[in-house]
């Protein structure tokens, strides 16, 4: 049997994802430590990016279903010396149940998965960040219920976490306002698919009307410390304010994928105030992934 991979929210069907919030959920809610799914399974954690959330969810995670996870820095492998991708995800994938990869360019996931025998996750590329996702899907399914045909608000960066939400507008059915300077913008090979559900705005408060939950991410992501001071210049007219909050619905939420900068994408009254939501969202890295992980390996 072929397996099945998780490099974008495109590669399971509605349904599926849906299911998995809602397994999630349950497995958050009911957490019995004689469940053990994965006993004696193994996860390879492929680090090139370093993470505090990525990595703690999915270890913790892999030990709570009896298993275990084995951390890989670009030291630890021959895939920081040159050897090829595709040689490295046949080995790996002899010797484990599963692979998760946090890396720079997309294309080193989507490689890995084509060689690999086992299933592929993608923990974060430049590109895309779907597991972030998930846990954002699960934080709104439980504050709001369902969140097809609602309103969720994007304002930053065009950035990874920017076109996974493009993809959930796609994949849960929801619109997806966008407020974002125009030499900032996602990529259109990923707009034009979701045209019919994404919309631009010039402004975070125009972006934020009668919204239902509003999302942001730093200005300048990891390896791009170097451009700090051209991003704080061009997005300094979108930050998440109290206004870009009152502009929402009432019981709007707010969320961000953290680390935050207070100040920066955000202000502190909104990200520690009562619309906030992040450090359950942060939570829910753990139970969505094990979700996640219990779909792939357990089929």
Same mark, same amino acid.
């Given at each position: 049997?072929?397996? $099945?991979?998780?490099? %974008?929210?495109?590669?399971? %069907?509605?349904?599926?994802? =849906? ?61 920081? =010396?040159?050897? *090829? ?7 790996? %994938? ?22 690999? $025998? ?11 960040? *779907? ?9 709104? #399914?439980?504050? $709001? ?28 059915? #929801? ?5 974002? *300077? ?14 019919? =559900?994404?919309?631009? #705005? ?33 997005? $300094? ?16 939420? #707010? ?18 105030? *009562? ?23 357990? =089929?």
């Amino acid at each position: 049997m072929q397996p $099945r991979h998780f490099i %974008s929210l495109l590669d399971l %069907s509605s349904r599926e994802l =849906r299911d998995l919030i809602h397994r999630a959920i349950e497995l958050k809610n009911n957490r019995d430590p004689d469940f053990q799914p994965l006993k004696g399974k193994v996860l390879a954690m492929v680090f090139e990016k370093s993470s505090t959330r990525t990595r703690i969810s999915f270890e913790a995670g892999m030990v709570q279903f009896g298993g275990s996870a084995i951390f890989l820095s670009p030291r630890d492998t021959q895939l920081g =010396r040159g050897e *090829p991708v595709e040689d490295s995800a046949k080995v790996i %994938s002899s010797m484990v149940d599963c692979i998760m990869l946090r890396t720079h360019a997309h294309e080193m996931v989507t490689t890995f998965a084509k060689h690999s $025998r086992v299933p592929v996750i993608n923990g974060l590329t430049d590109l895309l960040h *779907p597991c972030q996702l998930l846990a954002d899907m699960q934080t709104y #399914f439980e504050h $709001r219920g369902d969140i097809q045909g609602k309103t969720v608000t994007w304002i930053g960066d065009g950035n990874n976490m920017c076109h996974s939400y493009i993809n959930a507008a796609r994949q849960f059915d #929801f619109k997806l306002n966008i407020a974002c *300077p125009v030499d900032y913008r996602p990529l259109q090979s990923i707009v034009d698919p979701a045209a019919d =559900r994404v919309a631009f #705005f010039n402004s975070p408060e125009q972006a934020a009307r009668n919204a239902d939950l509003i999302v942001t991410d730093v200005w300048a992501s990891m390896g791009q410390e170097d451009e700090q001071k051209k991003r704080e210049f061009a997005f $300094r007219d979108f930050q998440v304010t109290t206004q870009v909050m009152q502009a929402a619905h009432p019981d709007a939420l #707010f969320m961000h994928c953290l680390p935050a900068h207070r100040g920066e994408e955000v202000a502190a009254a909104v990200i520690d105030g *009562p619309q906030s939501v992040v450090f359950p969202e942060a939570e829910n890295r753990l139970h969505a992934q094990k979700a996640l992980l219990e779909f792939l390996i357990c =089929r």
